[in-house]
């Protein structure tokens, strides 16, 4: 047995607390460094949905388009449980559909529908497009009642200025349903930060890996359509965890010419290589012999990739190609702001905060 001295105790006492200390620097300095550099969104609501909406119990996916008649639908408030209003004791599918028009002078912002909370499971179509999902269908059931549904509109697939279809499918296992709870409506997400070019909405997705689906001239009309930001679990790929590509095409103005500028891509889960017109352009959480970085915080990191002038295209079509791993539970580009900023617009940002 070996004995310890009086002295050698306290010393290797004084020792744990030093390096207990020291980890708890570390954590509050890391911490830190995350809060500094998220962009802050701030969230202004242009359009309110509570009030009167049409309502239907059964499931037909024929009743996501905006073409389908609804007239001999009840009539229910959101939010509100479906209990409270005529339904007591009913478990199982429903629909919800509301039109509204949304004005032209709303074109070009970054705008967002909230449904607050929806007991248990959802899907959202606007104009009969999947634009969001919380939660797992049956048979592969959970629920997803005490999480805020927060979906943003891709901008071409709304109809300014006319009739727009918002359709929103819910499952209930047992007690409340519904649209339960939240001021639901639709949003316009702001930031400090001018977007040159929007990057949210719709991309082209596919699960895999393959470094040919970095190139521009890929054809990726098999590949599926996924909506950016939010998580592919809750669209198009459930319970994945591995590699998978995101592409995205865009025209840029003849007047980005010379001009450098900063690739956004919100807060990706967990790990990715960005490239632009089949040149890689930034990264994290790869090594440089490409193995996966032990790190495991990355999810939490906005991510900003400075561009050369050289690396867009004026005036043409410019493709990125954004590789992803998840290494477990959810995972893909999943919030915050997607876009290109001028640079010089983006350091007076930081300037201002700082």
């Known amino acids: 047995m070996v004995h310890q001295t009086k002295h050698e105790i306290q010393k290797y006492k004084k020792q ?6 020291i980890l708890i620097q570390v954590f509050i300095a890391s911490t830190l460094t995350l809060l500094a550099y998220n962009i802050d969104v701030d969230y202004e609501r242009v359009i309110s949905l509570k009030g009167e909406w049409k309502f239907m119990i059964g499931d037909n996916m024929k009743w996501a388009g ?15 449980t479906w209990e409270d209003q005529g339904f007591p004791g009913y478990d199982g599918h429903a629909w919800y559909r509301k039109d509204v028009v949304i004005p032209e002078n709303l074109n070009g912002f970054s705008l967002v529908l909230y449904l607050g909370y929806i007991d248990d499971v959802d899907e959202v179509f606007l104009n009969g497009v999947k634009i969001g999902k919380k939660g797992s269908f049956p048979p592969n059931y959970w629920t997803a009642y005490n999480t805020e549904r927060k979906y943003i509109i891709p901008s071409d697939i709304i109809k300014f200025n006319q009739k727009n279809t918002i359709a929103v499918r819910v499952y209930d296992s047992q007690l409340q349903g519904g649209i339960v709870k939240g001021d639901i409506g639709i949003y316009t997400s702001k930031n400090d930060l001018p977007m040159e070019v929007r990057l949210e909405g719709q991309w082209k997705f596919r699960l895999g890996d393959n470094f040919a689906w970095k190139q521009s001239g890929l054809d990726d009309g098999d590949w599926r359509t996924i909506i950016v930001p939010g998580y592919w679990e809750d669209q198009v790929a459930n319970y994945y965890d591995g590699f998978a590509w995101y ?10 010419s010379g001009n450098r500028y900063v690739l956004l891509l919100g807060k990706i889960d967990d790990l990715d290589q960005v490239y632009l017109n089949g040149k890689l352009v930034g990264g994290t959480g790869f090594s440089t012999e490409n193995k996966v970085s032990p790190n495991g915080n990355e999810h939490s990191y906005d991510r900003f990739y400075y561009l ?17 791993y998840d290494r477990g539970g959810e995972g893909g580009i999943y919030s915050g702001a997607i876009g290109l900023v001028n640079l010089k617009d983006f350091v007076a940002y930081w300037r201002k905060k700082q």
């Open 247 to 256: 592409r995205k095409t865009f025209k840029a103005p003849a007047s980005m």
């Open 308 to 324: 050369n002038a050289e690396d867009i295209k004026p005036g043409a079509i410019n493709t990125i190609a954004v590789r992803v």
């Open 16 to 21: 744990q607390v030093k390096r207990f200390i």
């Open 66 to 80: 905006s073409e389908h008649n609804v007239s001999d639908w009840e009539n229910i408030y959101a939010p509100s």
